[in-house]
């Protein structure tokens, strides 16, 4: 069983930054790939960036230049730097990690999000 756990997040003016945190912890063997979506009212949760265990990532085309994911693969953790924040960035933004564990019975693919945490950019 694997949890993601979330920290960061908050209220900002235009302009502003914030930091979003997430630590995965628990039984497997690795993870592949760990990645940031968001969800605003109303609306489908997109895919904001995403990081692979090699350091490659790729980000959502509106938040090129402003936001910057990165991995600490000791620490099983990922972060996402959000600077020049907009008001259309405004969501709940959630932690997802696909991974793999090891055990008696094989190879067994995975993947899990986090709770899920706020971000409000003013105007």
């Known amino acids: 069983q694997v949890q993601l756990v979330e920290s960061g997040g908050g209220s900002v003016q235009a302009g502003g930054s914030l930091r979003l945190s997430c630590a995965a912890s628990?039984?497997?063997?690795?993870?592949?790939?760990m990645a940031w979506y968001r969800q605003a009212p109303g609306k489908q949760r997109d895919l904001v960036a995403t990081?692979?265990?090699?350091?490659?990532?790729n980000y959502l085309d509106s938040v090129k230049g402003r936001f910057t994911i990165s991995r600490d693969n000791a620490k099983n953790s990922v972060s996402l730097q959000m600077d020049s924040l907009k008001p259309e960035d405004t969501a709940v933004y959630y932690c997802?990690?696909?991974?793999?564990?090891?055990?008696?019975?094989?190879?067994?693919?995975?993947?899990?999000w986090g709770q899920g945490t706020q971000v409000t950019v003013s105007s």
């Open positions: 997802f990690a696909a991974g793999f564990s090891v055990d008696i019975r094989g190879r067994n693919s995975w993947q899990d």
């Open positions: 628990g039984t497997f063997s690795a993870i592949n790939v």
């Open positions: 990081i692979t265990a090699g350091g490659s990532t």
